[in-house]
């Protein structure tokens, strides 16, 4: 006879004669109260063995049991825990709502609604809403997209720009952006309450119009109304704060903050330290731009001692100033003078900046629908209603068929009747209402599919077709044009390959890579791939004899072959990145002959 076998917390344990009566029996004794709550069992038919899980970091989520095609948490137990007779403690040692992991949940068939109860059921979810997670829930309708685009739409939810804690002003965190007029949406879900974003809202209600506006809202660019922007739409400001420490260094020495001596090494321009008092500190409320020293410090020299510097005269002091970052600006917001864990001195500098939305931008619905600020356009030259209301935004209708999200249109048709009627609307996943949503419109006067005549804000005439128009909730993202533009002349090179160093914050250059070389070729403009595959253009000297980087002695003055010892060179002038493949060629023990021949 085969026996089962059986697992605790994936080691095995023993064997049994049947697996799955042992697992029932052990659920049953879980919500009889007699084993604890953490314990989960789950049968495996196909392996014929039995998981039995009671150690942390599982994820479990809560269920509503379900016995003979009922649901054990009954009306009357709703209203005792409504009326606070009951706890949410007292449900789960009754046994009437359990916490399963994702072994246990492979052995339940769990249904959304009460009304769809069968035998078979063994749990019924407490909220259908409960199978997304916190992202998601935020979103509204998120049912009526595809997948991605709420996946999306949970991801952006968290990179929008808002009100992210009321105290804000206080705190002193190195990078934070917060949206100058924030607003609760009109269509909501009803975690908005239980996750605070409705106290921490992090978006705005902008009129739509969904339409194409002269290709200028093709590709998923947005068209903005520019006096909409002059009013505050997506209006932020950006925080940095600098943090620089007054350390102290064996011997004796340490940091000095104050105005640096002009006779310290690294000393920069005058311009550049013109913005600091003469304690060496920046004034709240002072302009700044970048490189711009906030706080003057000067250290002692590295290797160099107190008796060194009275012997050789030297002034043991460099400059070591905090400087503000080269592509950013903005006004000295506040200045925080205190004493690090060590008891130096600690001064922290927050700069804050003023982000009115640009080309560029970017921007984004709940709906997975982000897309760039294409063009501002002047009050005068939008559309308008008959009404004479124009809209804030215009959405290309383009973007909708493929992705199908459907929600999109469900919330600008939703957010129109909230606004005409005056209350906010239920979004919540599986619950929303398009049925109600109509009835509010046409109970207002309004179409019931929320399309409107439009008139051409540049020639007057009517637009032949309906346009959908309504409110929707729209997102800033902090993913903004003024922090990621970025472009080089000339700057700093890294040591060991010569080439510009990589990266914005490093004034580095950009790229130019098999691509973009191929792009060069197809105009015809082949010629120019020398010039610009040549940022590191070196001339190295070559022993004509043996074909091998030859040796400069600066002390002698002279070239010669480390092989043959001649004196037979001949520069050579090449990418200095090859020079360092015949270098790394020659430590694995290969020997690069180089043959060299004049040019025709």
């Known amino acids: 006879m085969f026996m089962s076998d059986i697992y605790l917390n994936g080691q095995h344990v023993g064997e049994t004669k049947d697996g799955k009566e042992l697992v029932k029996s052990l659920i049953a004794k879980r919500r009889q109260g007699v084993l604890p709550t953490i314990m989960n069992a789950c049968y495996y038919e196909e392996k014929d063995e039995a998981q039995i899980n009671t150690d942390g970091g599982r994820t479990r989520r809560p269920l509503i049991i379900v016995e003979n095609g009922a649901s054990k948490l009954t009306e009357a137990l709703i209203t005792q825990l409504k009326e606070g007779k009951i706890t949410w403690q007292n449900l789960i040692e009754k046994g009437i709502v359990e916490y399963i992991d994702a072994e246990e949940e492979e052995m339940a068939y769990v249904t959304f609604y009460s009304k769809d109860l069968t035998k078979k059921h063994t749990h019924i979810e407490i909220d259908p809403m409960m199978i997304v997670g916190v992202g998601a829930s935020l979103l509204v309708f998120p049912e009526k997209n595809r997948g991605d685009r709420s996946n999306y739409g949970s991801r952006m939810v968290t990179q929008a720009v808002g009100m992210y804690l009321h105290n804000h002003m206080l705190r002193d965190d190195t990078t934070a952006q917060t949206m100058v007029y924030p607003q609760e949406p009109l269509v ?3 975690t908005i309450h239980a996750a605070g974003v409705d106290i921490h809202p992090a978006g705005q209600n902008l009129i739509i ?130 004493e690090s864990k060590e008891g130096n001195r600690l001064i922290k500098v927050t700069v804050r900046e003023l ?54 249109l469900l919330e600008i048709i939703g957010g129109k009747a909230g606004a005409l009627a005056g209350e906010k609307i239920n979004g919540t996943a599986f619950k929303g209402d398009e049925d109600y949503i109509t009835k509010l419109l046409k109970a207002t006067g309004m179409r019931d599919d929320g399309k409107e005549t439009l008139y051409n804000g540049i020639t007057g005439e009517k637009i032949e077709v309906q346009i959908l128009t309504g409110i929707i909730y729209y997102q800033r993202l902090y993913h903004l044009v003024s922090q990621k533009m970025h472009a080089r002349s000339k700057g700093p ?29 197809a105009h ?39 092989l043959c010892k001649g004196s037979k060179i001949k520069n050579v002038e090449m990418s200095y990145a090859f020079k360092l493949l015949l270098d790394e060629m020659k430590s694995m023990m290969i020997y690069p002959q180089i043959v060299m021949e004049d040019e025709e």
């Not at 002047?378 to 809209?391: K, V």
Request: aromatic share 8%.
């Open 493 to 521: 090179v890294a040591l060991l390959t010569k080439q510009p160093t990589e990266g914005r914050s490093k004034e580095g250059g950009l790229r130019f890579g098999e691509m973009e070389k191929d792009t060069l070729v």
């Open 355 to 408: 982000k009115i939305p640009e080309i560029g931008d970017k921007f984004a619905s709940r709906h997975g629908q982000k897309g760039v600020l294409g063009i501002i356009v002047p009050e005068e030259d939008m559309p308008f209603t008959a009404d004479g209301i124009t809209p804030d935004i215009i959405f290309n209708a383009h973007a909708i068929p493929s992705r199908m999200t459907i929600g999109h």
């Open 209 to 338: 119009a969904v339409m194409p506006f002269y290709g200028y809202n093709i590709e998923d660019a947005i068209v903005i109304n520019k006096a909409s922007i002059e009013r505050g739409l997506g209006r932020s400001y950006s925080f940095r704060t600098y943090v620089t420490e007054a350390n102290r260094y064996w011997g004796g020495q340490e940091d000095e903050i104050g105005f640096p001596e002009t006779s310290v090494r690294g000393y920069k321009s005058e311009k550049e330290y013109n913005k600091l008092d003469p304690d060496g500190i920046v004034s709240p409320e002072t302009n700044v731009e970048g490189s711009d020293v906030v706080v003057g410090k000067t250290s002692p020299l590295r290797f160099l001692g107190v008796a060194k510097e009275t012997r050789l005269g030297i002034k043991n002091r460099r400059d070591n100033s905090l400087v503000v970052n080269a592509a950013e600006g903005g006004v000295v917001d506040k200045v925080i003078m205190t």
């Open 524 to 562: 015809g403009a082949a010629i120019t791939l020398k010039e610009r595959f040549s940022s590191d253009r070196s001339t190295i000297p070559f022993c004509e004899t043996c074909g091998i980087t030859a040796v400069i002695d600066k002390i002698k003055n002279k070239t010669f072959c480390p």
């Open 188 to 190: 909501q879900s009803e």
